[in-house]
Antibody, heavy 123, light 109 residues
Framework: QVQLEQSGAEVKKPGASVKVSCKAS????????LSWVRQAPGQGLEWMGW????????KYAQKFQGRVTMTRDTSTSTAYMELRSLRFDDTAVYYC????????????????WGKGTTVTVSS | DIQMTQSPPSLSAFVGDRVTISCRAS??????LNWYQQKPGQAPKLLIY???RLQSGVPSRFSGSGSGTDFTLTITSLQPEDFATYYC???????????FGQGTKLEIK
């Protein structure tokens, strides 16, 4: 079945970087883009950015521009999200989600989600 | 940037009730609106896409409506498993540049 398997929990110090992986299975990886969404404890969902699994094009939320890099490896059907210069308020669960599209109206929606990766920033 | 505002922030209801959750966009987004359900400790789950299309496997008691700036998620005959937090999300641009509403927590009365 279609799945997104994310890497394990991370604990990082302020100023460090974290790289989270998201391995896709059960579908043709290059046919769908991937978005990254995070959720701080007790807070709502925050979209971070998107990567085309086909050609590697990216689009980042302005808030994360310059601090986030999204990449993918088509040989392993894996996407990565690296966040640098970590701050305490980057403590959150980070999700990857498959981007599907209703082509008749070009509506994008996230139809498959990973279970999330907890990133804790602590000194 | 497009802002999404949900109301109410929280809602209490009985099993069997009909509830509606509203979502307003800061500018017209046509029908580029999706709804998700999230239960504690779980990833979000897609319920409705393109404002009114029911995702496969989602019970028909869930429905979405609206276009432009005003949208509604309706749940008829609430079931115990429906108590969760619901988020709207706009997907107006391509490549995607998503924004979520702040969420509506639906609690059992």
């Amino acid at each position: 079945q279609v799945q997104l398997e994310q890497s394990g929990a991370e604990v990082k110090k302020p100023g460090a970087s974290v790289k989270v992986s998201c391995k896709a299975s059960g579908y043709t990886f290059t046919s769908y883009g991937l978005s990254w969404v995070r959720q701080a404890p007790g807070q709502g969902l925050e979209w971070m950015g998107w990567i085309s699994s086909y050609n590697g094009n990216t689009k980042y939320a302005q808030k994360f521009q310059g601090r986030v890099t999204m990449t993918r490896d088509t040989s392993t059907s894996t996407a990565y999200m690296e966040l640098r210069s970590l701050r305490f308020d980057d403590t959150a669960v980070y999700y990857c989600a498959r981007e599907n599209i209703l082509r008749s109206v070009y509506n994008n929606y996230m139809d498959v989600w990973g279970k999330g990766t907890t990133v804790t920033v602590s000194s | 940037d497009i802002q999404m505002t949900q109301s109410p922030p929280s809602l209490s209801a009985f099993v069997g009730d009909r509830v509606t959750i509203s979502c307003r966009a800061s500018q017209s987004i046509s029908s580029y609106l999706n709804w998700y359900q999230q239960k504690p400790g779980q990833a979000p789950k897609l319920l409705i896409y393109a404002a009114s299309r029911l995702q496969s496997g989602v019970p028909s008691r869930f429905s979405g409506s609206g276009s432009g700036t005003d949208f509604t998620l309706t749940i008829t005959s609430l079931q115990p498993e429906d108590f969760a937090t619901y988020y709207c999300q706009q997907s107006y641009s391509s490549p995607p540049m998503h924004t979520f509403g702040q969420g509506t927590k639906l609690e059992i009365k």
